[in-house]
T-cell receptor, first 108, second 113 residues
Framework: EDQVTQSPEALRLQEGESSSLNCSYT??????LFWYRQDPGKGPEFLFT???AGEEKEKERLKATLTKKESFLHITAPKPEDSATYLC?????????FGKGTTLSVSS | NAGVTQTPKFQVLKTGQSMTLQCAQD?????MYWYRQDPGMGLRLIYY???????DKGEVPNGYNVSRLNKREFSLRLESAAPSQTSVYFC????????????FGSGTQLSVL
């Protein structure tokens, strides 16, 4: 069964305190791993797509990496505006399967 | 550029009432999706439409029907609402020829009493 598990469920950081979010997956034939950001009361917003092990992508303070079994979203020197829920998803068949998300809170 | 537009944003129904959630996209995407999001459950796929004229069931289709009215519009209907259908509903679209990146609407918060 295709499955996506994210950890931790919640993460509290001080401004400038770097950390990583984990997304482990089991899927028959990975066709893409996606990271989204979701702010309260809004729809998810696309961040990255990774397609093969070893691939990395960066955007501002975020860097996503991919291995054969998991992906990490590294957050370097986070700011309060990085506070959000981060969702991981994998392409299985013809639609995305999402994890439950990691809620990140960054305090100043 | 509006992207994906959902209406209404909020709705309260009584058990047994029916309603239709509307979704429209202006990005000329082929594929459209309906997800529901519940606390502790994540986003779950209800139905999707890979192209105009086709629809398929997702993970949680029971109690819902969909209509792909044209390339732009994809509606979700609850024929007889139940409290278990209280959720936040998201519509999304993608251009499968350019990858599976989904663009989401802002959601409909539905409460069934």
């Amino acid at each position: 069964e295709d499955q996506v598990t994210q950890s931790p469920e919640a993460l509290r950081l001080q401004e400038g305190e770097s950390s990583s979010l984990n997304c482990s997956y089991t899927v028959s034939g990975l066709r893409g791993l996606f990271w989204y950001r979701q702010d309260p009361g809004k729809g998810p917003e696309f961040l990255f797509t990774l397609y093969s092990a070893g691939e990395e992508k960066e955007k501002e303070r975020l860097k996503a990496t991919l291995t054969k079994k998991e992906s990490f979203l590294h957050i370097t020197a986070p700011k309060p505006e990085d506070s959000a829920t981060y969702l991981c998803a994998v392409m299985a068949g013809t639609a995305l399967i999402f994890g439950k998300g990691t809620t990140l809170s960054v305090s100043s | 550029n509006a992207g994906v537009t959902q209406t209404p944003k909020f709705q309260v129904l009584k058990t047994g009432q029916s309603m239709t959630l509307q979704c429209a996209q202006d990005m000329n995407h082929n594929s459209m999706y309906w997800y529901r999001q519940d606390p502790g459950m994540g986003l779950r796929l209800i139905y999707y439409s890979a192209s105009e004229g086709t629809t398929d069931k997702g993970e949680v289709p029971n109690g819902y029907n969909v209509s792909r009215l044209n390339k732009r519009e994809f509606s979700l209907r609850l024929e007889s609402a139940a409290p278990s259908q209280t959720s936040v509903y998201f519509c999304a679209s993608s251009d499968r020829d350019r990858g599976e990146k989904l663009f989401f609407g802002s959601g409909t918060q539905l409460s069934v009493l």
